[in-house]
């Protein structure tokens, strides 16, 4: 079992829906958890961190983590064409950080 | 600020031959992590350093793998001798207190392509 899974994509929406990305982890004591956006050609750009259960916004991002089901998500409102890029959920378990393979999304005009 | 800066962006040789990479992390920032990720997949930890000590390089290949952090500011990943498989984007990262949050903040990579 990979320690970080996310769900295959790619996920295309339209302009202006909402797109939403999972993840799941297999470490109970994981601590700390991320989601990068990565662009075609580039490096991983930190979005949204969350730490606690619940849910965080940040403009139109949203994270959603409930440690007892192991569940990470991201949730893009009003996707924009920009959105589209590669989105990698990280969990962080002591000082390691492990990575998704990633989700690519593509918003469509 | 400046972000974490990274050198070569490229770097094409042929198998068997050195490479060698080089970062510079965010000012202020202790700890220092390089990555490799292949084609599809994330990110995954070659070495992480707590200033100029490396607290984590399990999954460092030793055998052709080495890395350097000696003032616990800027480090150098060398690769000797190069092989096929080692053609991957190559990242470092940097963040501030390793015990905490731990956000993680990466370079522009280099990508390096073996022949």
């Known amino acids: 079992q990979k320690e970080v899974e996310q769900n295959s994509g790619p996920l295309s929406v339209p302009e202006g829906a909402i797109a939403s990305l999972n993840c799941t982890y297999s470490?109970?004591?994981?601590?700390?958890f991320f989601w990068y956006r990565q662009y075609s050609g580039k490096s991983p750009e930190l979005i949204m961190s969350i730490y606690s259960n619940g849910d965080k916004e940040d403009g139109r991002f949203t994270a959603q983590l409930n440690k007892a089901s192991q569940y990470v998500s991201l949730l893009i409102r009003d996707s924009q064409p920009s959105d589209s890029a590669t989105y990698l959920c990280?969990?962080?378990?002591?000082?390691?950080?492990?990575f998704g393979a990633g989700t690519t999304v593509t918003v469509r005009a | 600020e400046a972000g974490v800066v990274q050198s070569p962006r490229y770097k094409i040789i042929e198998k068997k031959q050195p490479v060698a990479f080089w970062c510079n992390p965010i000012?202020?920032?202790?700890?220092l992590y390089w990555y490799r990720q292949n084609l599809g997949q994330g990110p995954e930890l070659l070495i992480r350093?707590?200033?100029?000590?490396?607290?984590?390089d399990s999954q460092l290949p030793k055998d052709r793998f080495s890395a350097e952090r000696l003032k616990g500011v800027d480090s150098t990943l060398k690769i000797q001798p190069a092989e096929l498989g080692d053609s991957a984007v190559y990242l470092c990262?940097?963040?501030?207190?390793?015990?905490?949050?731990?956000?993680?903040?990466f370079g522009p990579g280099t990508r390096l392509t073996v022949l």
């Open positions: 470490d109970r004591g994981s601590q700390s």
């Open positions: 990280a969990v962080r378990n002591d000082y390691k950080l492990s």
């Open positions: 000012s202020g920032h202790n700890t």
């Open positions: 990262a940097s963040s501030f207190l390793a015990g905490s949050y731990n956000e993680q903040f």
């Open positions: 350093y707590e200033n100029e000590e490396a607290v984590d």
